[in-house]
Structures are given as C-alpha cells and as structure tokens.
C-alpha cells in the first residue's frame, strides 16, 4: 500500500479513516493520535495518524516510511511544532533524537504499531544491535507538551 514510500489510493483512504477515529480519541489506544501539521508547501493542515510511543517517561513519534515521509519534512519545515489529537488538540515541540538514541525506542514502537512492522527489515523481537543498524533511516522525535 506504500510503493515507492508513498500512500496509494487505499492507503490514503484507510489513513482518512484512522484520522478521524484516532482524533475523536473514541474507541482508539491511547497512543493512537492523529498528527497536525502546516505543510511545507501549500500551508494547509495536514493530518496523519500516528502512533505515540512511550519509553523512559517521555513519548516519541516513528516515522515508519523513513526520514523522506511528509509528515517528517513538514514537521522540520515548521520549526518542529505540531498538534496532536486524541479526542483533546496538544500544541507539542517535535525534538528529533539523535542517531545513537533511536534504537530501543524503535523496537518499543515496533511492539506497539504492529502497521509499522513490514516497513521495517528488522524483527520486533531483533537484538537491540539489529536496530542500531537501521536507526539512522527512521526519524525518531521526542514530544514536548506546549509547543
């Protein structure tokens, strides 16, 4: 449903869907929430649905598509601030991890976002080492409440 990286047809229809289930924070995970952020572009609102993971007391963001996902760019185009909604709108600040960091909190979001699993080439039970070794093309980014 991702060639090239990119949604298809059905997968921006599903991801339609899941926007509008993870915002009314109804029936969804806690940790499914629907991301708003200006595009780099055309400065419109864009939603996504997203998993929030949550790892040593603070919640991060995974880009599953790699650091080329729009999301991604859009969130560095605007100055890392962004809104998350699960039923209640979060202003947050998007702080990217470094490189050295992102390892076991990709293997925790590959627990939680089972979606998440065959974009990634490692095993979600992989050693840590294995992910050390992808961690650099999966952007990893720390919430801040109140951005």
Known sequence: MYPGNRPNALARFLNWISVVHFSSGRLAAANWVTLEVRGRRTGKLISCP????????????????GRDA??????????????????????????????????????RYLDLAPGARPHMPVDRGAPLAEFEK???LYPVFRVTRGG
């Open 50 to 65: 997203v998993v929030a993971v949550d790892y040593g007391g603070d919640r991060y963001l995974v880009s599953m598509l």
């Open 70 to 107: 729009n999301w991604v760019r859009n969130v560095r185009a605007a100055g890392r601030r962004a809104v998350l909604r699960h039923g209640d709108s979060e202003p947050v600040l998007l702080t990217e991890v470094d490189i050295g960091s992102r390892a076991p909190i990709l293997r």
């Open 134 to 136: 992808i961690a650099e």
